[in-house]
């Protein structure tokens, strides 16, 4: 069986899972109730964007941010508990759910798949990823986002509904997960839109940073 390099996650892994509505502030800020389970949704892995290049807009798209703690699967995993979810964990990443709002409403609407408001190329722009030990208690540190310099998302992951040992138990239920999956675990508060021009950044406490432009 070949080594693990949690490095390689962004080619060689399979499928980008994840989860909606997340985090506690969110929920609040869009005056919804708390799912029950978690919502959980996937991106192709086409949508991965390396620092260093630009965010695409489509034509006709309102895109907005999403900051975001990706967890990279370590190995194959089907049917786990959450107490056995650390086993799994191969390492982590900071990551932006980019998400086409305009035909996420159309789609929520019609209660459609989220396929292209979700998964349009450039929409996964990610940091390098770093081994577990490099972030030792991943249930509570600040992700944060600016646009422009303008912080615009400013949280602790202790503010997610699902854990992470929550989210891959569940998810682990009905699809496998292999080694290099990345799952995104939810984004809080203050999502917005993005245009042309403008200047991301964000960051996982003072372990991980990235900026991207938009195009």
């Known amino acids: 069986m070949p080594s693990f390099d949690v490095k390689k996650f962004h080619s060689l892994g399979k499928k980008i899972v994840g989860a909606g509505l997340n985090f506690r502030s969110v929920v609040k800020e869009r005056n919804l109730s708390e799912p029950s389970e978690p919502v ?7 949508s991965y964007l390396l620092e260093g290049l630009p965010i695409q807009i489509p034509v006709g798209f309102e895109v907005h941010h999403e900051v975001e703690l990706g967890v990279i699967i370590r190995q194959k995993c089907k ?4 107490n056995e979810a650390n086993n799994y964990i191969g390492g982590y ?5 980019l998400t086409a709002k305009n035909l996420m409403d ?30 030792p208690n991943p249930e509570d540190v600040r992700l944060w ?35 290099y999956d990345l799952i995104l ?11 042309k021009g403008d200047v991301i950044q964000s960051g996982l406490e003072d372990i991980l940073h990235i900026k991207f432009n938009v195009n």
């Open 93 to 97: 990443c900071l990551a932006l759910d």
């Open 106 to 135: 159309i789609s929520k609407s019609k209660g459609l798949p989220w396929t292209f408001g979700k998964g349009f190329d450039t929409a996964c722009p990610i940091s390098s990823a770093i081994p577990p030990d490099c972030l």
């Open 145 to 179: 986002l600016s646009v422009n310099d303008v912080i615009k998302q400013d949280c602790r992951t202790s503010d997610m509904i699902f854990s992470i040992s929550d989210l891959l138990a569940f998810i682990t239920k009905y699809m496998t997960l292999e080694p």
């Open 40 to 46: 959980v949704f996937l991106k192709p892995t086409s």
């Open 185 to 195: 675990t939810g984004s809080p508060a203050g999502t917005g839109p993005i245009k």
């Open 79 to 82: 049917n786990i508990q959450p």
